[in-house]
């Protein structure tokens, strides 16, 4: 949340028309690409991320430098990178043995790099966390709830951060008086603070409408507390991390908004508390589904399967079909469990209809 420059607190010189138009169109651009590419899909919304992560923990080692770090960039980018898309295709487990193997890496360049400190390992792993594993919480939200629905959750949580952002700076300006957080954020107040809290719980009541998710005005109105606060909480500590290196803007790739980290700060915190807020209160109706593709569906062991997952659709998702032969019994399958992706080891079936998604 921005109630006006964050970072050192000075002055700034009054926009001109040409500053301003420079802010509208790189803002929106990012809001434009962002929109696109969540609604665009699951990969499309990785893709994503992996470039947010990319950018960020570029930015973040930049202001760590200016505050006389000398934290392993390389290592700590391409972790970041990697964490949405292992988190994507392995979970949780994939991402404990991605952190594993930064931290022993970074061990190794501590023991035979003699410049380097712990602060700096420290620093590298904190960052890399920061900037890539924070943000995976929206890719849970999004294939939690697949389809065009997803997309729009997704947005409908940026769009409460983005809100929040929005009232407090305008309530802030023309009426705040009461500093909320003065050594780290001077133009913070309360006054935009409750303003902020309003917009966020005025957008997650919205979200609580759209049809994927179960939950009541009650429940949405103590997430948009809950969410708006998480927000505040990721726009002080960017604050704080530029107060310490002594900068106004963590980067400039947004021309007239600064770096990607300005413009994300308070999603990557809000990223998680939304999806463990959602998927906790099980507002999330997919979010504990296994998908799951069954060999030999038709024979013994196949249909053993495809009863356990008719016994249990709330956690139990068949993605994909394989089968030599039986056909017949295979569209059968793939109708009622709606699977797109189906296999023969016959090839003479190689060309059937039974291999186009079913209506």
Known sequence: MTEGPKGTGERRRPA?????????????????????????????????????AGLVSYEFFGLLRHDAKRPNDL????????????????GFVGVGVLSTSLILALLIWYV??????????????????????????????REAVP????????????????????????????FGKHKLAPRVSPKKTWEGFIAGMVASVGVWCAIALIPPVDMGFVEASAFGVLCGLAGILGDLAESRFKRNSGVKDSGTIMPGHGGMMDRVDSMIA???????????????????????????????????????????????????????????????QAAEFGVRRIAFGDEALAGSPVLEAPA
């Open 16 to 52: 001109k028309k040409s500053d301003l138009g420079v802010r509208f169109a790189s803002g929106t651009v990012y809001f434009v690409l962002t929109v696109g590419l969540i609604l665009a899909g699951t990969v499309t919304t990785l893709v994503y991320f992996c470039v947010v």
């Open 112 to 141: 035979f790099y003699s410049r380097s400190r712990v602060v700096d390992v420290g620093a590298s792993i904190f960052v890399a966390l920061y900037a890539g594993f924070l943000p995976c919480g929206f890719l849970l939200v």
């Open 75 to 90: 290592l700590g980018i391409v972790a970041a990178v990697l964490y949405p898309p292992v988190m994507w295709l392995y």
């Open 270 to 332: 809000v990223s998680f508390v939304s999806a463990f807020l959602l998927f906790g209160g099980g507002a999330s109706p997919m979010s504990c589904k296994k998908r799951i593709a069954i060999l030999g569906s038709t024979g013994s062991i196949g249909t053993q399967t495809a009863d356990i997952v008719r016994r249990h659709p709330d956690k139990l998702e068949i993605v994909a079909l394989a089968a030599n032969r039986s056909a017949d019994a295979v569209a059968a």
């Open 147 to 174: 389809g065009f629905w997803g997309g729009i959750l997704v947005l409908g949580i940026m769009c409460g951060v983005w809100l929040n952002d929005v009232f407090a700076y305008l309530i802030g300006r023309r």
